[in-house]
Every structure is written in structure tokens, then in C-alpha cells.
């Protein structure tokens, strides 16, 4: 039983099960501040556009609640799913933009360009224009 407790300690202590466990907390955080912003600023946005009250009115009720019939009412949610694809695509592009930036800092540095071969120096080009001048070219 100790032998499997070791295991599990060294387990869990992994820098990658650490780090991995870190992005999960950092990741629910994220996912309420994206929800915040969704549901207090972009869905109000989205109903002032299309002139709504707020998103439920973007829903499209298929069938009414029918009380004496005990049946409820049939919805398409578009505002919710609106909602959800927009919460998606932030929580992506961050993602993608924390992944770009962790990649370019663990990109090896550019090595510096190799000097250019060195020409002659301004002494000796005077000095062939000097010969062919002397030889009448």
C-alpha cells in the first residue's frame, strides 16, 4: 500500500500533471469572465441590433404552451446558441493567442546573419582605377 501511495505521489507531483491541473482552475476562471462578457455585453448588444428586448425575443417559438392540454412550449433558442457560439470564439482566439505567444518564447533565437565577404577596400579600388588609367583604358 505504501509502495502505491510513493507512486501516486510522484504521480501527481509530474510537472505536467501540476501544470496541467493549473491550466484547468485558470481555464474555469477564464470561462466565467467569457460568460460575464457574453451574457452582460455582447447579448444585450446583440438585442439593442436587432431591436429585441433582450435575446429570448431572437427565439423562435414553434408551438405555444398549451396549458389545458398539459403540453409546453416548443423554442428554438437562437439567441442562447448565439450566445454560445460567441463565448466559444473568445475563449478560442485567447487560447489561440496564449499558445502563439508560449510558442514564440520557446522558439530558439534567430541565428545572426553571416557577414558579407568583405570587397576591397576604397585604398584599393583607387589603385585599379589608378593601373588603368596609366595603361590609357
Known sequence: MKKMAKEFKEFVMRGNVVDMAIGVVIGAAFGAITTA?????????????????????LNITLRAADEAAGTEALVLG??????????FILIALVLFLVVKGINKMKR???PAPEPAPAGP?????????RDLLKEGK
Not at 37 to 51: D, E, K, N, Q
Open 78 to 87: 437562437l439567441g442562447t446558441f448565439v450566445g454560445a457560439i460567441v463565448n
Open 37 to 57: 462578457l457574453v451574457g452582460s455585453v455582447i447579448t444585450p448588444l446583440l438585442a439593442w441590433i436587432f431591436g429585441a428586448p433582450n435575446t429570448d425575443a
Open 108 to 110: 530558439p533565437p534567430e
Open 121 to 129: 577596400t576604397t585604398e584599393e579600388l583607387l589603385g585599379e582605377i
